[in-house]
């Protein structure tokens, strides 16, 4: 395609026009407008909508009209609207692991703060900003992630059949970063004669853990610890450690210390696993689609400090640390790396 003055405005717009439906997006979703379409397989009409939800007729039909023209929604004969094919998955069945919601409002009502809220500054001096560390934010961020153990369960052991075999045997599996310890506790329900354990800094992800597995009563064989990676003292303990999408949270000056500790905590041949963005390692990479959410995350995060690695930087400190025959593996269409190493 030749570039003028006429694709690079087009472009421009197709931004804007992104920001405003993602914003729309995010309202829509604390309205219930996706969820009360997802259940109406029929259709709605704006009059219906707006009865539905209790909302104002007015503003639902201008809704229903932008949503038309950006194609999210369909509308047929009878003035009936519906979500198009598909995006009853991506936007209004929150059970479906193609649910986009969550991130979404990660986007929107964490990230867009912050970038609202003293990116500016950052810019100036170099400092960082604290307003991740919230519990509204972070039950922002668990909500995004719940279903990540979809991905273990049904994408990453299906393929990796030893490491599942080693949690059906029983095994004891350590969790770096488990936030609100939804992976290990569904984990621990799939595989009954393993024990697990997460270790996670913020202490709004254990008390809401705790509270969970007391009412699964999981006690004897899941628990959780509100301590960060670098202050953990296992040795030898662990038949496998997990990370998900925690090794590039993990501050620049302190990360190969929790490395190291990892490879202290595990038995001797025993497996470390990290789930993580792929990120570039040349400027020619940063327009591979493949790299996508490696780079977003990147900037939507470098205000608090954080800092990601290409894959030749993530083997250096696996390697320095001590770890051998590292493996990749895409999952999610190439959304994440998983890494696979041993002790």
């Known amino acids: 395609m030749e570039v003028n003055v006429k694709t690079q405005m087009a472009k421009i717009r197709d931004f804007e026009k992104g920001f405003m439906a993602v914003h729309l ?140 075999k080693l949690l059906h045997a029983g095994i004891k599996f350590l969790d770096i970063g488990c936030g609100n310890g939804m992976l290990i506790i569904r984990l621990a329900e799939s595989f009954p004669k393993s024990i697990f354990t997460g270790i996670e800094i913020e202490q709004f992800g254990i008390e809401e853990a705790e509270a969970k597995i007391n009412e699964l009563e999981l006690e004897e064989r899941v628990s959780v610890l509100n301590i960060s990676g670098e202050d953990m003292e296992y040795k030898n303990e662990f038949d496998m450690i997990n990370m998900v999408i925690t090794l590039h949270e ?58 990601h690695l290409s894959r030749s930087e993530q083997d250096y400190i696996l390697k320095k640390a001590g770890f051998k025959n590292l493996q990749r593996m895409p999952v999610v269409k190439g959304m994440l790396d998983l890494i696979t190493a041993r002790k």
Request: proline share 4%; aromatic share 12%; glycine share 6%.
């Open 25 to 164: 997006i995010n309202i829509s979703d604390k309205l219930g407008i996706f969820n009360a379409l997802n259940q109406a397989t029929e259709g709605l009409t704006i009059q219906d909508l707006a009865l539905k939800l209790d909302i104002h007729e007015p503003y639902v039909k201008i809704w229903c009209q932008t949503m038309y023209h950006f194609e999210v929604l369909d509308c047929d004969q009878r003035g009936k609207f519906r979500l198009q094919p598909f995006l009853d998955e991506i936007l209004g069945d929150r059970d479906s692991f193609k649910n986009y919601l969550g991130n979404i409002t990660l986007d929107v009502d964490v990230i867009g703060k912050v970038l609202l809220s003293g990116a500016d500054e950052c810019f100036r001096t170099g400092n960082t900003l604290e307003l991740y560390n919230s519990v509204d934010n972070n039950k922002v961020i668990y909500e995004s992630t719940k279903k990540i153990f979809l991905a273990y369960l049904f994408m990453i052991f299906p393929k990796n059949e030893h490491l599942e």
């Open 250 to 307: 993990i501050y620049p000056k302190v990360r190969e210390k929790v490395i190291q500790k990892a490879y202290a905590a595990l038995k001797k041949k025993g497996y470390l696993l990290i789930l993580d963005f792929p990120y570039p390692s040349c400027i020619q990479d940063f327009r591979d689609p493949a790299y996508d959410y490696g780079i977003l995350d990147q900037c939507y995060e470098m205000c608090m400090g954080t800092v």
